[in-house]
C-alpha cells in the first residue's frame, strides 16, 4: 500500500517537475545560471501533494464567494423592483 502511494507521489512529483523544466527552459526573462531558479524548481516538486489540496480550497472559496455575491446583487434588484412597483401603484 505504502510502496504504491510513493510510486504515484513519485510519478506527480516528476510529470510536475517535466512540465515546469520545460517552462523554465523556455522562458526568455529568467537567466539559465541563475541558482535560486534550479532550487525552487527541483524542490517545488515535492511539495505538490500540499499545495495542490491549498490551491483547490482557494479556488473553490473564490467560487462560492463569486455565486453568493451574485445571488446577493439578485436579491437587492428584486427588492428594489418590488420597492419600486410598490411606488407606482400608490
Partial sequence: MFHNILSCYLAMALAIFCVWFGLFISDKTTPKNHLVS?????????????VLPLSIRELVVKLINRQNRQEHIQLKEALINLQTNELNVN
Wanted: aromatic share 24%; net charge neutral.
Fill in 38 to 50: 534550479w532550487v525552487v524548481l527541483l524542490i517545488a516538486p515535492l511539495f505538490w501533494p500540499i
